[in-house]
């Protein structure tokens, strides 16, 4: 795919992230520690992912703030870390079906659930890692 081809010149770190109290958190009110950091390197710039796979038979809906997070984390890019050659992404990887939770969304497209960026390991596993990274060609221009 597109993001494999940009890989193979880069440096591909995938890191556990400890639990509570040791790895990054996020949330003042209850933590969320995302379970996997991937840091992507290409030249001077860098890309860093937080993923978490996570079940959302239970969640609310979109604005669970888990799935917001993907927002959030735009946010502290932009006021915080404030560093043009450094991009932060967030994604949950979701091993409920689409299915049980199309009713979520007004159309109930997979587009939709791409948006709030949460991919479906089982339903789309030919793709999902792709769906991941799209945004990594774009950040990293050939």
Known sequence: AEAGRFLAD??????RN????????FFAE????PDFILWIIGGEKQQIFFLDPHGLRHARAFQDAKIQFHKTIKEIEAQRLQD???TLESWIISP????????WSDTGSAQDFLDHHIAFMYDDAECYIDQMLK???AAFPA
């Open 10 to 15: 880069s440096e591909l770190y995938l890191l």
């Open 18 to 25: 400890q639990s509570r109290g040791k790895g990054i958190s």
């Open 30 to 33: 209850g933590g969320f520690y």
């Open 84 to 86: 043009p050659a450094v």
């Open 96 to 103: 409920t079906h689409r299915s049980a939770i199309e009713h």
């Open 135 to 137: 945004g990594v060609t």
